[in-house]
């Protein structure tokens, strides 16, 4: 029994299979006014076919390695939620792949980067993994901890789709790290490796965000305006401002995700859905200037 799998307070991960549906006239400008900060999240999902089968694959691998059966049902939660966010992005992905087919070559760029970093060892690559995972805790706690700023009269099934993703990234955060700490212990070798992890996993998907955003705003003629620019920059100052410190929590010595605490939001949404009709997709309401969890209002409305 290792130290990590061992908590008993932990529930069980759980994929869960949420329809989201993006309809064909969904506009990639899908937050009003802000074509940067929509391009932005569009880069970001772009990454996610690309980068989540990889995830997969590595956890699977090292899960191979593992005895301890509590942690091996983390890697067959953490396997199964990735799946069912792979498999809405690329959805997603086919509606911005349709407005701007410039993008499609940096899929085809993702794809040979994602085959040539399988051919790494197994300990890069699930340092790469637990390292990434650091990087989602800081956007997850940027998203919803801002997501009345951010996403203000947006369209519901983007944001909606791109909440549930971050509250499953956060119920996961710790199992990259237990497999890892689990194969290669805590000596100052293996902590290096980690910590370089942290910002190989991080900078790898940022760099592939950053050339989808620019693809777009591109093709939107948003990119080479400098009034337009600094709006770009001004998102990418909060993005930083949010995340980063995250980053290099994640790479001291000694860390554990577990002392990232978690948002009340994702703990409500997590608790509510154990009561939740299932074949009704939970869609945030963007316009309540809280924007709560979505269960209540669903409840409600099925009931009647
Ligand atoms: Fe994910
Ligand atoms: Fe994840």
């Known amino acids: 029994m290792n130290q990590y799998s061992n908590d008993v307070a932990q529930p069980r991960l759980e994929g869960r299979k949420i329809p989201f549906e993006f309809p064909a006239d969904t506009d990639p400008c899908w937050i009003p006014d802000q074509p940067q900060l929509s391009a932005m999240f569009n880069g970001a999902s772009l990454t996610m076919p690309y980068l989540e089968p990889f995830l997969i694959r590595t956890i699977r691998e090292a899960g191979k390695k593992v005895d301890d059966n509590l942690l091996k049902n983390d890697i067959a939660g953490f396997a199964s939620q990735e799946g069912h966010h792979f498999r809405a992005h690329r959805r997603f992905n086919d509606l911005l792949t349709q407005h701007y087919p410039e993008l499609i070559q940096l899929e085809e760029k993702m794809q040979s980067s994602y085959a040539r970093l399988s051919k790494k060892s197994l300990q890069t690559r699930l340092a790469y993994t637990a390292g990434f995972e650091a990087m989602t805790m800081g956007v997850t706690k940027w998203i919803i901890g801002q997501r009345t700023k951010l996403f203000a009269g947006a369209d519901s099934n983007a944001t909606s789709f791109i909440l549930w993703h971050m509250v499953e990234e956060t119920e996961h955060k710790r199992v990259a790290y237990d497999v890892y700490q689990t194969l290669y212990g805590k000596g100052s070798m293996a902590y290096l490796k980690r910590a370089l992890g942290v910002f190989h ?16 705003l591109k093709s939107e003629g948003l990119w080479w305006r400098a009034g337009e620019r600094i ?59 809280k924007m709560p969890v979505p269960f209540k209002r669903i409840a409600m409305e099925t009931s009647q």
């Open 201 to 216: 996993g991080s900078f790898d998907v940022m760099r592939f965000s950053m050339q989808g955003y620019k693809v777009i």
């Open 231 to 289: 709006r770009l920059h001004k998102w990418l100052a909060q993005f930083v401002k949010h995340v980063f410190p995250f980053l290099f929590r994640a790479a001291l010595p000694g860390h554990d995700p577990r002392s990232e605490r978690d948002l009340d939001w994702v703990t409500e949404w997590l608790k509510a859905y154990q009561d939740y009709p299932e074949v009704v997709v939970p869609l945030v309401d963007t316009h309540d200037p």
